[in-house]
């Protein structure tokens, strides 16, 4: 069923965090109802508004990254291809901070 996807262990990880995510954010929501409220984004957002834009940054970023990856290796005389877990940890990190300031 799912053969046409590569199932690689950074792929894995990736989705499963997302899903950890979305389960998390629904409790939190349930427990807690959020409110609007304005940080370095150019509009109020609520949890759910910056877990989505969050998400999408980083998608951007990992697609980015394997976009880059050959080029990274040829720049910088690289044996191979540099790890994809440089960008799921960058993206994460962007994710919170979003998560946290935007």
Not at 51 to 68: E, H, K, Q, T, V
Not at 74 to 86: D, K
């Amino acid at each position: 069923m799912l053969e046409w996807m590569v199932w690689t262990t950074p792929v894995a990880v990736f989705f499963s965090c997302i899903a950890l995510m979305l389960v998390g954010m629904t409790m939190w929501e349930v427990k807690s109802p959020t409110t609007l409220r304005r940080g370095w984004l150019p509009m109020e957002t609520t949890r759910g508004d910056r877990l989505f834009i969050g998400l999408l940054i980083a998608a951007y970023i990992n697609l980015a990254f394997i976009g880059i990856a050959g080029k990274l290796q040829e720049w910088l005389e690289l044996e191979a291809e540099p790890s994809i877990w440089i960008s799921f940890v960058l993206s994460m990190l962007v994710l919170a901070l979003v998560m946290r300031k935007g």
